[in-house]
């Protein structure tokens, strides 16, 4: 069989299994043009708000939680179909919701939907992709993402142009149901994971998996590195507190923790309401959340490019630069004094772009890719849950440190937060281009 079939069948399986990043995007996205309506309709306090807007983050951290112990029982593929079948549940639970008790019940279930897929989309592309393409294709799942924060933007504005009614915000959510059940069709037509199939004893399973996707000798070598890592492990307790998992976990946690402490939730949701403060484009905030989705979006696509190409470190240690660069240009220009809004506009989009091509994808690109198969659905959890965790974090204290200390230092925070990420990717973080999953214990235990 030629070559083209194996990378038709690997990108169609990559590409579907992305979507569970798609659902993230729309879900994290669809409540900011959503929270508006419903608070008028029900008259909410800042409490209800805020449980209304932290429901969903909850149920991320719940999803991430319980994702690892159900894949390794049930397996991948079932739990992701899992997740997939919570985003329907949660879409038509917030559209026919009588309340708002209701409204954040079925924001906790499409939270734990997208804590799920946020720990096994990536995980799962990255099992299954060719060591020479892994890069590319987690960030496959990252260009869902940005993809689904730009679709809610648009989702919610053609509603809001089609209903100029109270209950808009029911087909906001409603219309999640849509991608989530063609995802649970393409779905089906998913393998399961080989790398499961080993550790569960399937080797038959696993090795039918791999000749349909690798050419025949390929899948051979490939199938036996898999099951000699698993025979090594055999009887060893999967611990994350063994000494050649420390590294990885460490590198994997503060990656995670900086690459939201860079500031980028905050810049994407509040970005639109800083430039109308600043007297820039009127009134017109879904013109704003465009331009920086759409840069979103398109800067993705280098990492797409370029990450198998020229490494992960590289990719790092360039954007991180613009990151930086472009933060304190920001800051100073919210000094008084200083604002000049087209400017200020510019260099925003400089942080999305370099954001885009760098710490978004290759964040989750090294998470997915640096534990052994052992211990992988734990030691994922934890940093997908450091995500999270920093996610609430800088949701919370953002809107506090903005009013408190002002514009100019909380930019300036988030600079500061990504020079140590600079320094850090830079000295501590292993190239891992390249290398199959099996050879990455050898990159942490080899003198860097
Ligand atoms: C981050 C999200 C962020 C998104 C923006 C992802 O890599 O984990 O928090 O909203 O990128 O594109």
């Known amino acids: 069989m030629n070559e083209p079939i194996f990378s038709t069948r690997i990108n169609y399986i990559c590409l579907t299994v992305a979507i569970g990043g798609l659902l993230f995007g729309f879900d994290t996205a669809v409540i900011s043009g959503a929270i508006g309506p419903i608070k008028s309709q029900f ?15 909850a149920g991320c951290i719940g999803g991430v939680l319980v994702a690892g112990v159900l894949s390794n029982r049930a397996g991948r593929k079932r739990t992701i179909l899992l ?34 897929a946020s720990v096994l989309s990536p995980m799962l592309i990255s099992e299954f992709a060719p060591a020479s393409k892994r890069g590319q294709m987690v960030a496959y799942y990252q260009l869902a993402i940005t993809v689904g924060i730009l679709l809610a933007y648009f ?22 149901a849509i991608p989530s059940v063609v995802f649970i069709l393409l779905l089906i037509r998913v393998p399961e994971s080989p790398r499961w199939l080993v550790s569960v004893g399937r080797e ?5 998996v791999l000749e349909r996707i690798r050419p025949a000798a390929q899948a051979d070598k490939e199938l036996s590195d898999i099951g000699r890592a698993a025979r090594q492990s055999e009887g060893k307790k999967a611990s994350l507190w063994e000494g050649a998992i420390r590294l990885p976990l460490v590198i994997g946690i503060l990656l995670a923790v900086f690459q939201q402490f860079s500031g980028i939730n905050a810049i994407i949701y509040y970005g639109p309401r800083i430039f109308q403060e600043a007297g820039i484009g009127g009134n017109n905030a879904l013109v704003f959340q465009v ?15 370029f990450s198998d190409r020229y490494g992960r470190k590289f990719l790092l240690v360039t954007g991180l630069t613009g990151i930086i660069f472009s933060l304190i240009v920001c800051g100073y220009l919210f000094q008084p004094g200083h604002m000049q809004g087209v400017v200020l506009l510019v260099f925003m989009l400089i942080y999305i772009a370099c954001f885009a091509f760098s710490l978004g994808p290759v964040t989750w690109i090294i998470i997915n890719e640096i534990f052994p198969t052992r211990v992988r659905v ?30 100019s230092f909380t930019f300036w925070s988030f600079a500061f937060f990504s020079l140590i990420n600079f320094f850090f990717s830079w000295k501590v973080v292993r190239e891992t281009k390249g290398k199959t ?4 214990e050898t990159v942490f235990i080899a003198p860097h």
């Open 378 to 407: 734990q030691a994922v959890s934890v940093c997908t849950a450091a995500v999270w965790i920093a996610v609430w974090l800088v949701g919370q204290f953002f809107p506090w440190l903005l009013e408190k200390a002002g514009a």
């Open 291 to 305: 331009i920086i989705g759409s840069i979103n979006v398109l800067f993705t696509i280098i990492a797409i490019v």
């Open 204 to 208: 038959e399973k696993a090795r039918q």
């Open 83 to 116: 997740a997939a079948a919570m985003f329907f549940a949660s879409g038509i639970g917030c559209a026919v919701s009588g309340g708002v008790t209701g409204l954040i019940v079925a924001r906790v279930i499409g939270g734990i939907g997208v804590g799920m």
């Open 155 to 176: 989702s919610n504005a053609f509603i809001i142009s089609w209903m100029k009614e109270e209950e808009v915000w029911r087909p906001m959510f409603g219309v999640m």
């Open 437 to 440: 999953l099996e050879e990455m």
């Open 43 to 57: 008259a909410l306090d800042a409490v209800q708000e805020g449980w209304l807007v932290s429901s969903g983050l």
